[in-house]
């Protein structure tokens, strides 16, 4: 079965702060982007690091590279150095893997290359195995291997990229090369051109590293202005529209030194509605931090994110079909895996992602349902693994995850329920005041009680549990008082002795 063609837009919206991109497909919007200035992306950048502590347990240590939390590395993550140089590393493949105690020693200083931004409670997760991206090459410093991204599936264009790779290499190249996806019927002049580029670039941070103090980045990764154009940018895009006079200049000349045929797709938009706003874009936004996601048929989805793994919930709604039952889950599970694959692309969900699709008697259907979020997710460039359906009807996938969710970025948790998603109800906490009461009275003396408490709670206490509080003012004999507090949260009181 051949993939529908896909006419792709990128925006680019500029604030002095904060910069967004959006990715939007046949009139759709995919995926987002924010770089804040007061809280930018880390992956890719290259510290210079101090070693703080050394867990054997976990074959890990924890690295200071300069930012509030130390730094996650793990063995596995680090390459055997050969030299004591910061910025030369060599790396060597063996079967057992070496302890981390004799790979890195608490106090010591190591180059580094995040991995994945911190996130949550989490540190950012930390390699030592470098790479660089440039437009159509990503290299490997130390690394002699080479390799074709396995998104190119044409065999025949596998093959002439795999021959040029290799000429390059032989020419004098002393680093490893992965051909990146954006390289299909990429020229042998472009492909040189990247490899002069990126020798020149490593060249440059071995330098700065061998003079930078631990503690301190080495090399930062582009803007996300740029970013998006060396890594987002396919054949395919038709238009990049940015609003800002200075990105755009930004934009065009980065184009005109190493992307010549992107440059005419770059264009300046002047118009007087925000651009965002234009393209349904703001609105999108919005829709993708709800917890429900309707569908076309009645049917809707519930996305729960936890701080382990992300569910899904596909339900039938309103939706009751024409046919039989089966035919009706059928067709709305069938709906809900284009529906899901585009929310993780927008929210950026990543990590263990539990699918719970409505239940379906028949295997064909839940054969072809698999089949159909498979295709779904074909587009998605951030890799995934999707297992077959579980005895429960579960589908358990993972998704790799680089940086923080939408909603980790837009949002912060709800102060009142700190992220629970529910507060006590009045009536609990009414009587949460009747056993806080007693406690008073039995450990303190005071002539009156004044209870402070949200409006909900008072007038709760006046009307159907009056008869309690005037049960229980006898039994201590004591005067109770209340006082509603405006800035109180729904669950908030306070027991004050007079």
């Known amino acids: 079965m051949t993939q529908p063609m896909i006419s792709e837009e990128i925006l680019l919206n500029v604030t002095p702060r904060e910069q967004r991109a959006a990715v939007v497909e046949n009139g759709v919007l995919q995926e987002v982007f924010v770089d804040r200035q007061s809280r930018r992306g880390l992956v890719g950048n290259i510290y210079k690091g101090r070693v703080e502590r050394v867990l054997p347990g976990m074959q890990a240590a924890f690295i200071d590279i300069g930012l509030d939390r130390t730094a996650f590395l793990h063995a596995s993550d680090i390459s055997k150095p050969n030299d004591t140089d910061a910025g030369e590393q060599t790396v060597s493949i063996s079967i057992e893997q070496p302890s981390i105690g004799d790979l890195v020693t608490e106090g010591g200083e190591i180059l580094v290359q995040v991995l994945k931004d911190p996130m949550g409670t989490k540190g950012a997760r930390l390699t030592t195995f470098v790479t660089l991206p440039a437009r159509y090459l990503v290299m490997l410093p130390g690394n002699e291997s080479c390799g074709v991204s396995a998104r190119i599936e044409d065999e025949a264009e596998r093959e002439r990229l795999r021959d040029i790779l290799t000429e390059l290499v032989a020419d004098g190249a002393q680093n490893g090369y992965i051909v990146r996806t954006a390289a299909e019927g990429a020229s042998y002049d472009a492909l040189r051109a990247d490899m002069i580029f990126l020798n020149r670039l490593w060249e440059?941070?071995?330098?700065?590293?061998?003079?930078?103090?631990?503690?301190?980045?080495?090399?930062?990764?582009?803007?996300?202005?740029?970013?998006?154009?060396?890594?987002?940018?396919?054949?395919?895009?038709?238009?990049?529209?940015?609003?800002?006079?200075?990105?755009?200049?930004?934009?065009?000349?980065?184009?005109?030194?190493?992307?010549?045929?992107?440059?005419?797709?770059?264009?300046?938009?002047?118009?007087?509605?925000?651009?965002?706003?234009?393209?349904?874009v703001e609105e999108e936004i919005?829709?993708?931090?709800?917890?429900?996601?309707?569908?076309?048929?009645?049917?809707?989805?519930?996305?729960?994110?936890?701080?382990?793994?992300?569910?899904?919930?596909?339900?039938?709604?309103?939706?009751?079909?024409?046919?039989?039952?089966?035919?009706?889950?059928?067709?709305?599970?069938?709906?809900?895996?284009?529906?899901?694959?585009?929310?993780?692309?927008?929210?950026?969900?990543?990590?263990?992602?539990?699918?719970?699709?409505?239940?379906?008697?028949?295997?064909?259907?839940?054969?072809?349902?698999?089949?159909?979020?498979?295709?779904?997710?074909?587009?998605?460039?951030?890799?995934?693994?999707?297992?077959?359906?579980?005895?429960?009807?579960?589908?358990?996938?993972?998704?790799?995850?680089?940086?923080?969710?939408?909603?980790?970025?837009?949002?912060?948790?709800?102060?009142?329920?700190?992220?629970?998603?529910?507060?006590?109800?009045?009536?609990?906490?009414?009587?949460?005041?009747?056993?806080?009461?007693?406690?008073?009275?039995?450990?303190?003396?005071?002539?009156?009680?004044?209870?402070?408490?949200?409006?909900?709670?008072?007038?709760?206490?006046?009307?159907?549990?009056?008869?309690?509080?005037?049960?229980?003012?006898?039994?201590?004999?004591?005067?109770?008082?209340?006082?509603?507090?405006?800035?109180?949260?729904?669950?908030?009181?306070?027991?004050?002795?007079?």
């Open 204 to 280: 440059g941070i071995r330098q700065k590293a061998g003079s930078t103090s631990a503690g301190r980045v080495v090399h930062e990764d582009l803007p996300l202005s740029v970013r998006i154009i060396r890594d987002r940018v396919q054949h395919d895009v038709e238009r990049i529209l940015v609003d800002s006079e200075s990105e755009y200049a930004r934009m065009l000349a980065f184009c005109n030194s190493f992307l010549p045929e992107i440059s005419p797709k770059i264009e300046r938009y002047t118009g007087r509605r925000p651009i965002f706003d234009l393209h349904g």
């Open 286 to 498: 919005s829709r993708a931090l709800d917890r429900k996601v309707p569908l076309k048929s009645g049917g809707y989805l519930i996305f729960d994110q936890t701080e382990a793994m992300t569910t899904v919930d596909v339900n039938t709604g309103g939706f009751v079909g024409s046919r039989t039952q089966e035919e009706t889950l059928y067709r709305t599970n069938l709906e809900a895996t284009v529906a899901i694959a585009r929310q993780l692309r927008l929210r950026n969900l990543g990590g263990i992602v539990i699918i719970d699709f409505i239940d379906m008697v028949e295997a064909s259907h839940r054969e072809n349902v698999l089949q159909a979020l498979e295709r779904a997710l074909a587009q998605d460039h951030a890799k995934h693994q999707v297992m077959p359906l579980s005895p429960l009807g579960l589908v358990e996938m993972t998704r790799k995850r680089t940086r923080e969710s939408l909603e980790h970025i837009l949002c912060d948790a709800c102060p009142t329920c700190e992220g629970r998603g529910s507060v006590k109800t009045p009536q609990t906490v009414c009587y949460e005041i009747f056993r806080e009461i007693l406690r008073q009275h039995r450990q303190f003396s005071f002539k009156e009680l004044l209870i402070l408490a949200h409006q909900d709670v008072i007038e709760l206490l006046l009307d159907e549990e009056s008869g309690g509080l005037a049960e229980l003012s006898g039994a201590i004999d004591k005067t109770i008082r209340l006082q509603s507090e405006s800035l109180f949260a729904p669950d908030q009181y306070v027991v004050v002795l007079m």
